[in-house]
Nanobody
Framework: QVQLVESGGGLVQAGGSLRLSCTAS????????MGWYRQAPGNQRELVAT??????NYADSVKGRFTISRDNAKNTVYLQMNSLKPEDTAVYYC??????????WGKGILVTVSS
């Protein structure tokens, strides 16, 4: 079984920054893709950013403001969020693809950006 622990969310003013972290633990021997998704009230869950080895992918809405990175030794993925906007307010979910394609989700962490 694989567990994901997310941290770093909270309340921040528009223009501010936050860094989310997500650490994977448990029974896996390979992490393929790590990523972040978010879901705002009334909206569907959407991709924010993913990282696979050295390759990254971002939603257009966060390009230039958010940076995803990973520490393979710590099985941890980070999301540095700068220039935050009220529309970034959402529950952010960590997602990892491990072993032969098992898709694991974190419980989610709330990010609130006030105007």
């Amino acid at each position: 079984q694989v567990q994901l622990v997310e941290s770093g969310g909270g309340l921040v003013q528009a223009g501010g920054s936050l860094r989310l972290s997500c650490t994977a633990s448990g029974s896996f021997w390979r992490i393929n893709v790590m990523g972040w998704y978010r879901q705002a009230p009334g909206n569907q869950r959407e991709l924010v950013a993913t990282i696979r080895r050295g390759s990254t992918n971002y939603a257009d809405s966060v390009k230039g403001r958010f940076t995803i990175s990973r520490d393979n030794a710590k099985n941890t993925v980070y999301l540095q969020m700068n220039s935050l906007k009220p529309e970034d307010t959402a529950v952010y979910y960590c997602n990892v693809d491990v072993n032969y394609g098992s898709d694991i989700w974190g419980k989610g962490i709330l990010v609130t950006v006030s105007s």
